[in-house]
């Protein structure tokens, strides 16, 4: 039997510090991103393309235009 692990939410602080590092290094753009299949999956599903992503990234919103 495979024991499970127990996973703890992060924080807000932990969430923002984050989201802030991945903003900084997608400015410089200093990164690689993988797509797993199962994010492709929920991209197409969403009607999410990769600049859509990347904005997320760099910027922290999505903005619809």
């Known amino acids: 039997m495979t024991k499970r692990k127990t996973v703890t ?3 807000s602080k932990a ?3 984050i989201a802030k590092g ?3 290094r ?3 753009g200093d990164f690689t991103i993988i797509y797993t299949a199962h994010a ?3 991209m197409e599903i969403r009607t999410i393309d990769q600049k859509h ?3 997320v990234l760099e910027f922290g919103v999505w ?3």
């Open 63 to 65: 903005t619809i235009c």
């Open 40 to 42: 492709r999956e929920q």
């Open 26 to 28: 997608a400015q410089k």
């Open 53 to 55: 992503v990347l904005q």
């Open 9 to 11: 939410p992060l924080d």
């Open 22 to 24: 991945c903003s900084q």
């Open 15 to 17: 969430v923002e510090s």
